[in-house]
């Protein structure tokens, strides 16, 4: 199983980015994708999660209206589309799933933003 997020990077505030995963090793389209962050000192949080089909999304409140969660199975690769970007924003961000209530993760790739 292999989970590869890239796209990071540093962002003025109000930009944007673009983060993605890359899976394998695994049946992707079976599975719920999970986007996490975790800024300096702050517990690991749950941004956004997409259903293994992509019809169901679900958000943190303190991104609701400007992070958008997207997969396409045919390419096994979920994504987060991060509009309007804060400070507060600032975090490394890790790809997830879980199997058998084991929960793989990403390397992450860090986002900043910063004017």
């Known amino acids: 199983v292999q989970l590869v997020e890239s796209g990071g990077g540093l962002v003025q505030p109000g930009g944007s980015l673009r983060l993605s995963c890359a899976a394998s090793?695994?049946?992707?389209?079976?599975?719920?994708m999970r986007w996490y962050r975790q800024a300096p000192g702050k517990e690991r949080e749950l941004v956004a999660a997409i259903n293994s089909a992509g019809g169901s999304t679900n958000y943190a409140d303190s991104v609701k209206g400007r992070f958008t969660i997207s997969r396409d199975n045919a390419k096994n690769t979920v994504y987060l589309q991060m509009n309007n970007l804060k400070a507060e924003d600032t975090a490394v961000y890790y790809c997830?799933?879980?199997?058998?209530?084991?929960?793989?993760w990403g390397q992450g790739t860090q986002v900043t933003v910063s004017s």
């Open positions: 090793g695994f049946t992707f389209s079976s599975y719920t």
């Open positions: 997830n799933f879980k199997r058998y209530s084991y929960d793989y």
